[in-house]
């Protein structure tokens, strides 16, 4: 069906960066929304930043002036430009896509960030 590959996650120092980056493959004729979201052991999955097919994006508030969310259409990819970065966004982050076509979305595997102080 559709595979997300994702890249990027490592580990950083606190006021250093990273880039994420996510390669979607397979049965894919048209992505509506593309998502990055971020998990901590006992907390929700979380929403990072979003991006339409349009170009619009959302953050959110603990990653606003932060992060930055691109894509590129003709690639089907989607990337994560982290600066600024703190031992609270430590997380595991996970890409997400939204089809255009029927709205089914999949998920990445998930790639560790670790922030130290």
């Known amino acids: 069906q559709v595979q997300l590959v994702e890249s990027g996650g490592g580990l950083v120092q606190a006021g250093g960066s990273l880039r994420l980056s996510c390669a979607a493959s397979?049965?894919?004729?048209?992505?509506?929304?593309m998502r990055w979201y971020r998990q901590t052991p006992g907390k929700q999955r979380e929403l990072v930043a979003a991006?339409?097919?349009?170009?619009?994006?959302e953050y959110a508030d603990s990653v606003k002036g932060r992060f930055t969310i691109s894509r590129d259409n003709d690639k089907n990819t989607v990337s994560l430009q982290m600066n600024i970065l703190k031992p609270e966004d430590t997380a595991v982050y996970y890409c997400?896509?939204?089809?255009?076509?029927?709205?089914?979305?999949?998920w990445g595997q998930g790639t560790q960030v670790t922030v130290s102080s």
């Open positions: 997400n896509v939204e089809l255009t076509y029927g709205g089914a979305g999949f």
């Open positions: 397979g049965r894919i004729f048209g992505i509506n929304v």
């Open positions: 991006i339409t097919s349009g170009g619009r994006t």
